[in-house]
């Protein structure tokens, strides 16, 4: 029997800016339209689709021959792009479908869940906005978080899509804002486990946070949850790069139960950043760094400035 025939994998990925190249009059997306700067057209909307999808067929452990059945994304704008990506030639045959909610984001940037029809039974989702004000008191918008709760091999899981306000105004005045996010997740998982104290919990997203700072560790102490990136993130390794330095926003958490195989069927076994050679540069300054759709208004027509996460999940 195959080693890995047993394994699932459980994926996360920010696939950078997936817009379509439609003008949506509800959404910023002037970036992203034929005439715009970035000159983003259907061809490079295709390219960028087939690529993506590409990405996600191939990640995992080496030697398992399948995609992820469940894959978390980050920075998808509507369910055309989602609808379009499932149907690209890599991803057919793994007939997957999705879950998704457009949320208020500013930058018209939603978290969506892929998941094999065929493995995972949907159950129920819901969309928790992170509520958060701006200097004037105003409400700054922000994405919001995605809970899907399915059964895959006879266990329910809890699955919380996330993707945390960033840095761009500098890591410690934005900080307050994903520790509100840390907060919501808390309040959702409290609220699960008022209904099941033993509920199985994924919790995966873009954090803008690496696993060393105090909205994941607020998440894991609070919720009691796992966080096996801790121990995957180095100076050489992580999901993206920023001058130069890894940083490991991309992380996938577990409640403890599935460390405990008298307790589940699915059983933690191991967690990585996906970056194989193909999603790098390949040489120059930038060389080992993701392969980037853009650089600024520069097109580069490669993957995403983020590396895909996985964890695997063993099963009897």
């Not at 994998?9 to 997936?18: D, G, K, Q, R």
């Not at 065929?118 to 906005?129: A, G, H, I, R, T």
């Not at 899981?157 to 919501?184: F, Q, Y």
Request: some cysteine; glycine content about 4%.
């Amino acid at each position: 029997m195959n080693s890995t025939a047993n394994v699932i994998t459980i994926a996360f990925y920010n696939i950078e800016n997936l817009f379509d190249p439609f003008d949506n009059t509800t959404a910023d997306d002037n970036d992203f339209l034929p005439f715009s700067k970035k000159r983003w057209t259907t061809k490079r909307y295709t390219n960028k689709l087939n690529k993506i999808g590409h990405a996600i067929s191939q990640i995992g452990p080496e030697n398992l021959n399948t995609a992820p059945t469940l894959v978390g994304l980050a920075e998808v704008e509507n369910k055309k792009v989602l609808t379009d990506l499932i149907r690209v030639k890599p991803l057919e045959k793994e007939n997957y479908d999705f879950i998704h909610y457009d949320s208020p984001d500013e930058r018209g940037i939603d978290v969506a869940l892929l998941y094999k029809k065929e493995v995972f039974k949907l159950n129920y989702s819901q969309s928790f906005p992170v509520y958060l004000e701006d200097d004037l008191g105003q409400r700054d918008y922000t994405r919001d978080i995605l809970l899907v709760e399915g059964e895959l091999k006879n266990e329910t899981l809890n699955i919380l899509v996330n993707h945390w306000s960033s840095r761009r105004e500098g890591e410690k005045e934005t900080a307050h804002k994903r520790l509100a996010a840390a907060t919501a997740v808390n309040t959702i998982i409290q609220d699960i486990k008022s209904n099941n104290d033993d509920a199985k919990i994924i919790v995966m997203g873009d954090f803008n946070d690496n696993p060393d700072n105090k909205s994941i560790k607020l998440m894991e102490a609070k919720s009691q949850l796992y966080n096996p990136f801790k121990t995957v993130w180095s100076r050489d390794a992580g999901s993206l790069s920023h001058n130069f330095e890894w940083h490991l926003f991309d992380q996938i958490l577990c409640s403890t139960n599935f460390l405990n195989s008298e307790k589940s069927a699915l059983v933690y076994n191991n967690a990585a950043v996906f970056d194989d050679r193909f999603l790098t540069q390949y040489d120059g300054k930038y060389k080992g760094q993701p392969f980037r759709t853009y650089v600024g208004k520069h097109y580069k027509g490669g993957y995403s400035d983020h590396f895909p996460v996985y964890m695997e999940l063993k099963h009897p």
